[in-house]
């Protein structure tokens, strides 16, 4: 049994991380282990989490499992977890009852957790205490260990618990099972060295490490003969690519060189302002298939908090960069990220971050109100702000932002967009639905030969979060 370790998730070292590139190992018994059986995998949380079960799945298909999207029929129940706030774990522990429900009717079923709140000492604790009915739980660290750890609970029969508190080393032969055949994540970094105070990903996911170039460049390359339109650029902090190494090879260079292999859109998530160079913009400006959305997190817009969070820049800094955006990708979306109620947050500290977003006019944003995570420098702060404060903060500030949201969809009343045709909408088997450039999601009539294929749209009808269009012709 390996649980986990606050004290060592925290420290860090300057050494450079280590590459693997054969760790992950599937033998011929590994391999038998889930004929005729099939899974069930519930992914929480952010696109790292989509694109770790993305992996996922290539290794349990590796075994020879099968999927089911019905969890009532699966022989294997995975659950890839998110620790990011209380309500995260709230669903998690939620879904685990029904998990256990069918358990006790299908004693065979195998219930496993992994993912970032498998990281945390008090969700480990309270699994070891509340949940021994469970047969497995592995780390962030060691997903490539998951043949390994399910073939100990198949023949051991007992909880079992193999998580790492390390930095992390770089796994570069995980196989991946990807969504979509269209556009594909990559991630180009792992964990975080930010440590906001607020946040538990530094815990949960180790020590920066960032992908070298090569590997990096070979994925996109190997993307685009398959016919792949679009990749993402994976990591906590995008713009740091490259700090962590010693080859002064940055998220500029990197950027650049994805842009170069000609694949027709990239896009990179999360950006810190805080490592936003000039050159960085250069390049976004300068290539047509570096698409003009970048997802900038301002968390708040007062410098108090700001500090208290341990963000490094200010309201005013942020602006700069923000400006100088605008300025040089013209036309670029811009979307944010913000917390209300973090510890001691006053009104006027809130009136702070409204007035950042009238002045962005942000083309939408994800809010959230403060959750304290245990282990955390923000957690220990003194939090005087009542909940229905929080609430009603959250309330006037989704207000403002889904105003500018739809003012700014409304600038595409009448024009013509490129959108890339990923499948049908929800909205029935004669819409598909797709992305512009700017991130924007459109519904378009057309026939499914269009799938997979970028088109030129005009936009008819515009709401507050996505947009109506039909296909022009040329
Ligand atoms: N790496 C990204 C953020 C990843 S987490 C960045 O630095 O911007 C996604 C978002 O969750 C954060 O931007 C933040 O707004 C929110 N978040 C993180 N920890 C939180 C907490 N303890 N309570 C409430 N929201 C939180
Ligand atoms: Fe969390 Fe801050 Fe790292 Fe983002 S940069 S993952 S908010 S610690
Ligand atoms: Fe959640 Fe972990 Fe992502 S905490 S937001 S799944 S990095």
């Given at each position: 049994m390996l649980i986990p370790n606050l004290k060592?998730?925290?420290?860090?070292?300057n050494k450079e991380s280590i590459v693997k590139a054969n760790e992950y190992i599937i033998n011929n018994d590994l391999k038998e282990l889930g004929k005729g059986k099939l899974y069930f995998l519930k992914t929480y949380g952010c696109q790292m989490n989509e694109h770790d079960s993305e992996n996922?799945?290539?290794?349990l298909e590796d075994m020879n499992f099968s999927e089911t999207k019905d969890m009532e029929e699966a022989d294997l129940i995975l659950l890839n977890t998110c620790a990011i706030r209380e309500n995260a774990h709230n669903k998690v522990f939620g879904y685990l009852g029904r998990a256990k429900n069918l358990k006790s009717r299908k004693p065979g079923v195998l219930v496993g957790l992994c993912g970032c709140m498998a990281q945390e000492e008090v969700v480990v604790n309270k699994i070891l205490s509340e949940y021994k009915w469970m047969d497995f739980v592995f780390g962030t660290h060691n997903?490539?260990?998951l043949p390994?750890?399910?073939e100990k609970s198949i023949k051991e029969h007992k909880l079992n618990v193999e998580v790492l508190s390390c930095e992390g080393d770089i796994i570069e032969n995980i196989p991946v099972k990807r969504d979509s055949k269209f556009k594909a994540w990559i991630n180009i970094m792992y964990g975080c060295d930010k440590f906001c105070t607020y946040c538990i990903v530094p815990y949960t996911r180790g020590k920066q490490r960032s992908r070298r170039k090569e590997y990096i460049l070979n994925e996109v390359e190997e993307l685009v003969k398959d016919g792949y339109k679009e990749v993402t650029l994976l990591g906590q902090n995008v713009n740091a690519y490259g700090k962590d190494l010693n080859d002064n090879y940055k998220m500029e260079n990197l950027l650049e060189d994805v842009a170069k292999t000609g694949i027709e859109r990239v896009r990179f998530v999360t950006s810190h302002p805080w490592d936003f160079t000039d050159n960085m913009i250069d390049v976004i400006a300068k290539y047509d298939n570096i698409m003009p959305y970048i997802h900038l997190p301002l968390q708040s817009g007062s410098d108090r908090i700001l500090k208290l969070m341990g963000r490094r820049y200010?309201?005013?800094?942020y602006l700069e960069l923000y400006n100088k955006l605008k300025t040089k990708v013209p036309n670029c979306s811009i979307t944010t990220d913000i917390i209300v109620g973090f510890p001691g947050e006053t009104e006027e500290d809130f009136k702070e971050t409204l007035d950042v977003v009238n002045t962005?006019?942000?083309d939408g944003a994800y809010t959230f109100i403060f959750s304290a995570r245990e282990g955390t420098p923000a957690a220990k702060m003194?939090?005087?702000?009542?909940?229905e404060e929080k609430e009603q903060r959250l309330f006037k500030l989704n207000e403002l932002v889904n105003k500018y949201s739809k003012e700014n969809n409304d600038k595409y009343l009448d024009t013509t967009v490129k959108v890339l045709l990923?499948?049908?909408s929800e909205k029935g088997e004669d819409t598909l639905m797709g992305y512009t450039e700017t991130m924007k999601l459109v519904n378009v009539k057309a026939d499914k030969k269009y799938i997979g294929t970028i088109q030129n749209v005009k936009i008819k009808e515009v709401k507050t979060w996505s947009m109506d269009g039909i296909i022009e012709e040329d």
């Open positions: 060592e998730a925290k420290t860090r070292s996922i799945k290539a290794m997903l490539h260990k390994q750890v399910l200010t309201k005013d800094s962005c006019k942000y003194k939090d005087d702000v009542t909940l990923e499948g049908t």
